[in-house]
Structure formats: structure tokens, C-alpha cells
């Protein structure tokens, strides 16, 4: 029986070819676009939850501080719930070390003592809410001597402003992609109503037909659910191919320009995973449109009737 309708609904497509490639094309932009702006929101969101996370606060402490007010210290950070559990204590010698990695004169390197670089507790917060709270709170501490964020995002200021722009950013994105797309799911389901419901009535006497020798309606609208289902299918996989084809040919100058922020681009079995769920997603997305765009469809028609 599915087959019998499959073969009704492709013979229909065959009549119609112009009618049938538009509405593809409607199913593949708007798809492509889905696809287009579902990588831009994940990547925004994972830059964003980056600079979340990181360790952006360092607590320098004074040459006097003793190894048990270090402790205390580093224990009572380990206790706040603000803060992350990924606490860092950098010695002396390790504070060397790695300004001997990141000078750029070898020779001046060798004058440094361990002792005239400061040791340091490295921390982050479970969220940028508390940031200026907790920073304000270890600058009270006797032994911390100063505060800093981390160097590269140049102080609380530009830490502050780099986090604001990419929260607005990334709620303009969502705002935006999400109007956008519900644009062109109304755009696509209308086109779909359109050309099932011209099908439906260019057929008016097949289906009178039917009808009078018995069918029933689930039997009638049957093709035309089918053929529906084909537009929005087809369409999905188009638009989600062209759109993967299109950030896998991106992907190696994104992994380049953002690096450690997007190395999930550089785990191929998540990004897999990843590909495979949001293709799901949009094929569920297409079987729904397909059916009611082809459904009210014909239902309109039997109403009439």
C-alpha cells in the first residue's frame, strides 16, 4: 500500500516538475539557513562559555606569605561556591619558568631570581556575576599582595567588555536566527500549501472518484501526504549538505583563527556526534512541515467539498 502511494506521489511530481523544484528550493534555503545559523550559535555559545571558564582570575601573593596562609587560602577559595574547583598554585620557580618561556630575550632571563617574580593562586568563577565580588573579597586577604586578570584580555575593564559583547552578540544571534527561521518555516509551509492544494485541485475528479467507489480519506490524502513529505526531505537534505559541505570546507581557517576555543572541530567522533543530532533534528522538522503542509492541504479541500 505505502509503495502504491509512493509511485502515486512520484507521478504527480513528474507532471509538475516546475511546481515541485520550487518548492524544494524553498525547503532548501530555509533548511541551509537553519543549518547555517545552528553552527553559528554553537560556536558563539562555546566561545562564549570559553571565556566563561577560563582561569581569568590571578591572586599575586606577597614573598612573606607562609605555606599554611597559602593553604588556608587556597582551601577557603576551594569552599566558595563562586569559584571553580581548577585552583592553581604557581611557585616561584614555576613563575620563572614560564616567564623564561615567554621572554623574548634569553640573556635577560638569566638575571631573574625566583625570588623577584612572585608566587600566585590561578582560579575562575562559576560565573562572570561574581567576578568583581570575589576579586574585591581576595584583595582583602593579608598575604595577597594584588589582583589581576589574565594579562592577555588586559585587565577587569577589557575582561568585563570582551564577556558584555559576546553575550549581546551571541542573544543577537539567537534573536535573530530565530525570527529568521520562523519567517521562512511560514514562507516554506505556505509553498507547500500552495502546491499540494494545487495539486489536490487538479486531481478534484480522480478524487471524486474515489470517493464514490469507497476510498477512504486516509486513502486519499495518502499520496499527498507522501508528496509533501518528499518536498521537505528532500529539501532538508539539500539545504543540511550544502551547509555542512560548506563549514567542513571553512572548518581548518575556524579552528586556525579560534584555536584552543574551538577544539572540539579537531575531535572528529564529537563532531560527528554533533552533525548526526542536529541532522536528526532537522529531518523531524522536515517530516512535520511536509505532513502538515499537506494535510491542511487537502483537508482544506474535503472541507470545501
Do not use: C
Not at 97 to 107: F, V
Not at 167 to 176: N, P
Not at 250 to 274: V, W
Amino acid at each position: 500500500m505505502i509503495a502504491q502511494h509512493l509511485r502515486t506521489a512520484f507521478v504527480h511530481i513528474r507532471r509538475s516538475p516546475y511546481q515541485a523544484l520550487a518548492a524544494v528550493l524553498v525547503m532548501t534555503l530555509t533548511f541551509f539557513v537553519a543549518t547555517i545559523f545552528a553552527f553559528t550559535a554553537y560556536i558563539m555559545t562555546v566561545t562564549l562559555h570559553y571565556f566563561e571558564t577560563r582561569p581569568q582570575i590571578i591572586a599575586f601573593l606577597k614573598n612573606d606569605a607562609t605555606p599554611e596562609a597559602v593553604s588556608a587560602l587556597s582551601q577557603k577559595l576551594a569552599n566558595d561556591s563562586r569559584v571553580r574547583s581548577d585552583i592553581r598554585y604557581v611557585s616561584h620557580e614555576e613563575a620563572l619558568q614560564i616567564y623564561r618561556e615567554t621572554a623574548d630575550n634569553p640573556l635577560v632571563t638569566e638575571l631573574v631570581s625566583p625570588d623577584v617574580l612572585p608566587a600566585s593562586l590561578e582560579f575562575s568563577v562559576t560565573n562572570l556575576s561574581y567576578t568583581q565580588e570575589v576579586i574585591a573579597e581576595v584583595k582583602q586577604v593579608p598575604i595577597v599582595d594584588r589582583v589581576e586578570f589574565t594579562a592577555s584580555l588586559g585587565g577587569e575593564t577589557s575582561l568585563a567588555t570582551v564577556i558584555g559583547n559576546l553575550q549581546r552578540i551571541t542573544r543577537y544571534v539567537r534573536i535573530g536566527g530565530a525570527a529568521l527561521l520562523s519567517f521562512l518555516s511560514v514562507t516554506a509551509l505556505l509553498t507547500l500549501l500552495v502546491v499540494i492544494g494545487t495539486r489536490v485541485a487538479s486531481r478534484r475528479e480522480e478524487i471524486q472518484v474515489l470517493t464514490l467507489i469507497g476510498a477512504t480519506p486516509g486513502f486519499i490524502r495518502a499520496p499527498f501526504l507522501f508528496e509533501g513529505i518528499t518536498y521537505a526531505v528532500t529539501g532538508a537534505l539539500a539545504g543540511f549538505i550544502s551547509a555542512t559541505l560548506l563549514f567542513l570546507y571553512l572548518m581548518p581557517n575556524l579552528a586556525k583563527y579560534f584555536g584552543e576555543i574551538l577544539s572540539i572541530l579537531r575531535e572528529i567522533p564529537t563532531l560527528l556526534t554533533q552533525l548526526g543530532m542536529l541532522a536528526a533534528i532537522e529531518l523531524t522538522a522536515a517530516l512535520l512541515i511536509g505532513i502538515v503542509g499537506a494535510w491542511f492541504a487537502i483537508a482544506r479541500y474535503l472541507k470545501m467539498r
